[in-house]
């Protein structure tokens, strides 16, 4: 069975200050996909950023950037310049080929962070 | 349509009755997943569609659960006799075809079972 764990359940940052959202998986596959969401008060899941498990390289959006150590079985986002408007809460989740053709998501239970003007 | 799109938004039934969930994916996307939002815990999923065919429903967590796609487009989760354990958010998301592997997500319908 596939995991994903988030440690921090809260966090806070001060606004242009930089945070880092941790994350571990437990998985026994070895091509598989790794996310962040995010989800405002508004409910809607939001695509913050996406890893490959093959890319040896981290992928960046704008702001958020994750640090994907694949040996640790880590993935954690860092998000540089905090803004307000990044309060939410954030998910990790994991996706592998689970056969009949899904890529189903498995998720964590999320991190709430908080953006202190 | 411009994204996923959920309705009701918001749902109050009362302990024993039956309710219908819509979900609207982007105009295009082949598969569709319902997932269910508990009151703190993640997300679990339920059921995957590709086309109008449900070929894993291993996340239905009752037989009080169904759902169908009609057109390879809206689909319709089902929740029989419901019961106040069945009180959640429930989200769909779509993706363009499996392999691109992004889901989008609607803003979900909140079930209140009294």
């Known amino acids: 069975a596939q995991t994903v764990t988030q440690s921090q359940p809260e966090m806070s940052v001060q606004e242009a200050e930089t945070v880092t959202l941790s994350c571990t998986y437990d998985?026994?596959?070895?091509?598989?996909?790794l996310f962040w969401y995010k989800q405002p008060p508004s409910r809607q899941m939001i695509l913050v950023i996406r890893q490959e498990a093959y890319k040896q390289q981290n992928a960046t959006e704008n702001r958020f950037s994750v640090n994907f150590q694949k040996a640790a079985k880590s993935f954690s986002l860092k998000i540089s310049d905090s803004q307000l408007g990044d309060t939410a809460m954030y998910f990790c989740a994991f996706s592998w080929y689970s056969g009949a053709g899904s890529y189903q998501l498995t998720f964590g239970k999320g991190t709430k962070l908080s953006v202190i003007p | 349509g411009a994204g996923v799109s959920q309705s009701p938004s918001n749902k109050v039934t009362e302990k024993g009755k039956d309710v219908e969930l819509r979900c609207d994916p982007i105009s295009g996307h082949t598969a569709l997943y319902w997932y269910r939002q508990s009151l703190g815990q993640g997300l679990e999923f339920l059921i995957y569609f590709q086309g109008n065919s449900a070929p894993d429903k291993s996340g239905l967590p009752s037989d009080r659960f169904s759902a169908e796609r009609t057109g390879g487009s809206v689909s319709t989760l089902t929740i029989q006799r419901t019961q106040q354990e069945d009180s959640a958010v429930y989200l769909c998301?779509?993706?363009?075809?499996?392999?691109?592997?992004?889901?989008?997500f609607g803003a979900g319908t909140r079930l209140s079972v009294l």
């Open positions: 998985t026994s596959e070895n091509n598989y996909y």
């Open positions: 998301a779509s993706s363009i075809r499996v392999a691109q592997n992004i889901q989008y």
